[in-house]
């Protein structure tokens, strides 16, 4: 899409948004499910595939989100708080074999995403550190199929903290999931990316009008930076 056309997108959308937040806030619509004691990062997705460019799922704006994730990084490991990544693969990628990519490939090109390869590896720039969880997911959301709400409550974990791609897919179900369970999930505006014009400004309308709360970077490192160290907080 031409920055023309992208910037008369973007200026309908903003004033979409406008006149949809005030009939929002009319019908009791876009409250805020706010901030609890123990968080966690949750990074969904931010593997080579969707983070280098030339890959068939990769994504737009990672100069922005890469960044975004950099701090989070950062301020999350300073108190002790759980850094956790998810990752798409598959370990049977012959669509003319029985396959743990179910019927999903039929609509996308998840034969792209082996198990082992280099793709579906975290970015580099916002590696795991030792210690820090690592999963792997077959499905859009980060909760059916793995330990992630297993990890959250063993833990005594209360917030999620949600960044990566995309926002009209494995963002917004594990968003939609996490309310769902119990935790509070807290999107960080600038640390959420997808590949069509528009997308990731509706969907992120959207799941802060209903699923969660959508956060600047800005509110959400102050947030963390003022918690106590992780091992000292307790549950509400």
């Given amino acids: 899409m031409s920055q023309d056309l992208n910037a008369q997108l973007n200026e309908l959308l903003a004033k979409a948004f406008a006149a949809g937040t005030e009939q929002y806030h009319e019908l009791g619509f876009k409250r805020r499910v706010g901030y609890g004691n123990r968080p966690a990062i949750v990074h969904i997705d931010m593997a080579n595939a969707w983070t280098r460019e030339g890959h068939a799922f990769s994504c737009e704006n990672m100069d ?21 990544y998810t990752t798409t693969a598959y370990d049977i990628v012959d669509r003319s074999k029985p396959s743990d990519m179910g019927l999903w490939v039929n609509k996308i090109p998840l034969e792209l995403l082996e198990e082992g390869s280099e793709a579906v590896k975290i970015d580099s720039r916002i590696a795991p550190e030792p210690g820090e969880l690592v999963i792997t997911k077959k499905r859009a ?6 330990n992630l709400q297993q990890f959250l409550t063993a833990n005594r974990i209360d917030t999620i903290i949600v960044t990566g791609v995309t926002a009209a897919g494995c963002v917004r179900h594990t968003v939609e999931d996490a309310i769902a369970e119990g935790f509070r999930p807290i ?11 528009g997308t990731v400004a509706w969907n992120l309308f959207d799941i802060d009008s209903k699923f969660g709360d959508v956060e600047p970077l800005s509110n959400v490192i102050a947030y963390l930076n003022n918690l106590p160290k992780f091992d000292e907080t307790t549950t509400p």
């Fill in 187 to 197: 999107v960080v505006r600038e640390a959420v990316g997808d590949r069509v014009a």
């Fill in 64 to 84: 922005t989100i890469i960044p975004a994730c950099q701090d989070l990084n950062e301020a999350a490991r300073a108190k002790g708080i759980p850094v956790i």
């Fill in 141 to 146: 959301s980060a909760f059916p199929g793995t």
